[in-house]
């Protein structure tokens, strides 16, 4: 059978399923989707995977070992409310699925099940999962005061796992590389880590590397001695040693020039340091943690890294999520954006209108959560009601406002296709992971276009 993939919604499930083979077929056609599995052969290992992977979707047999059914419905209920479920059977009873929907399960369906209408299943499911934050119960989680993790704001999976590595890395020694792109909070996941760390004691510093130039940059790491340059009028103390007995985040830490990298790395060796112009020996007790929105690894192949001090700060990475790998966060930063904007503006706003969260859900949001806070800031100030309309958001977020496009008058859907894709790409750097999660498609069908769309041109006289 010829089967396209083109799902639309990722996310993370759990399989709950007694044969091994099919659990290892359903397992792979997964993940043929672009979809992170993790699977249980009974009910009781699948309640054990279940607070350590935190599945958006339970995909499970009726009848399996263990707990099952509705008593397994019901417990993962209790353990996430949202969580979608879909059960699978053979022999169940039509009564018995009837109350399985009835209970909360997102859909029963009956084995051999074809893989279109399975994948069609789990991404009806997953869609409506990451839209059942209504603006009732995101309120209500501000008035339990639940916002996250030190600090950081978020109930999603890839929030969660993120949560999870913090607990896990901030008591040791170990430097980290923090990687994400612009605006998903990479500072706050730093200031996380100290904070559950031994030195939270200590002081947190920061330094930006991409903000100043090569000789500047030395004397705000090591500092610098009077008269060791034009303008030393006095000693001064770098990051370093203002650091001392805390954590050191190196923002940006591509941008450090080749000369500084070499003595950066010296430091990391030693842990001792001379000021700028100075003979002194200074030791210091600090953590270096680094961050950067650049792939690392391609800048050391380029020669503009250098590798053993990539292998120094890269002893642990963490991946903080861009917005559009977390929708379900969106409802929760709007309102904790909202509540912070109407503090700081002397307003009361009760909430988001249905078309405005519309606008917000459905935006792909490059700048990621600064961005977002930008938008709800600029609604803030702009409204006069009670709530937040579609108006007061930034136009290029409105689903009313249509962007002249040359190419649609008189044009078929292959070409339209054809332009989105592409524009897409464009707009992304060529990224089709990037670009899929944008347009809704898989990487692989964005791959198959490109291909074939090269081979239209060449064969273009």
């Not at 406002?401 to 592409?422: D, M, V």
Request: positive net charge; aromatic residues 6%; glycine residues 6%.
């Amino acid at each position: 059978m010829t089967f396209e993939i083109n799902s639309k919604t990722q996310g993370r499930i759990l399989l709950v399923i007694g044969a091994k083979t099919l659990r290892r077929e359903t397992k792979d056609l997964l993940e043929r989707f672009d979809h992170e599995v993790e699977s249980a052969v009974d009910g009781f290992k699948a309640l054990e995977k279940f607070a350590a992977f935190r599945p958006d979707l339970v995909l499970s047999c009726y009848h399996t070992q263990g707990i099952w059914g509705r008593r397994l419905l019901k417990k993962l209920k209790e353990m996430d409310p949202d969580i979608a479920v879909i059960f699978m059977d053979k022999t169940c009873s039509w009564t018995d699925a009837v109350q399985a929907v009835k209970d909360g399960a997102s859909d029963f369906l009956r084995t051999p099940v074809e893989e279109n209408a399975l994948i069609d299943s789990i991404e009806k499911a997953l869609k409506r999962r990451n839209s059942s934050l209504s603006q009732e119960s995101t309120q209500q989680i501000f008035e339990d005061g639940e916002e996250g993790f030190s600090g950081l704001i978020g109930t999603s999976g890839p929030m969660h796992t993120l949560y999870r590595a913090i607990k896990q890395i901030a008591p040791s020694q170990a430097s980290v590389l923090i990687c994400g792109e612009s605006g998903t909070g990479k500072e706050l996941v730093a200031r996380a880590i100290h904070n559950n760390s031994p030195r939270n004691n200590g002081p947190f510093v920061t330094l930006n590397c991409a903000a100043l130039a090569e000789g500047i940059l030395e004397s705000e790491l090591f500092g610098h001695e009077k008269g060791a340059f034009s303008g030393a009028v006095q000693r001064h103390e770098g990051h370093f040693r203002l650091a001392d007995k805390g954590t050191l985040l190196l923002d940006e830490v591509v941008e450090i020039p080749l000369g500084t990298q070499v003595k950066l790395l010296r430091f990391l060796q030693e842990r001792k340091f001379q000021r700028v112009g100075g003979t002194e020996t200074i030791d210091v007790d600090i953590r270096i943690l680094a961050a950067t929105n650049k792939d690392l690894p391609t800048s050391v192949k380029k020669g503009k890294f250098r590798e053993d001090l990539f292998y120094r700060l890269n002893v642990i990475s963490l991946h903080v999520p861009a917005l559009r790998e977390k929708p379900k966060d969106i409802p929760l930063l709007c309102m904790y954006f909202l509540k912070r904007f109407c503090r700081e503006n002397n307003k009361e706003i009760m909430g988001f209108a249905d078309d405005a969260i519309s606008a917000l859900m459905s935006y792909h949001w490059p700048g990621n959560v600064r961005e977002l806070e930008n938008a709800i800031q600029r609604a803030v100030v702009l409204v006069n009601g009670p709530r937040i309309q579609e108006e007061h958001l930034p136009p290029y977020l409105s689903q009313k406002t249509t962007t002249e496009n040359p190419i649609i008058p008189g044009s078929s859907l292959k070409e339209i296709e054809r332009y989105a894709i592409e524009k897409t790409l464009e707009l992304v750097g060529g990224s089709t992971k990037k670009a899929s999660e944008i347009l809704g498609i898989s990487k692989r069908k964005i791959q198959y276009k490109m291909k074939l769309y090269r081979k239209d041109q060449m064969s273009q006289p």
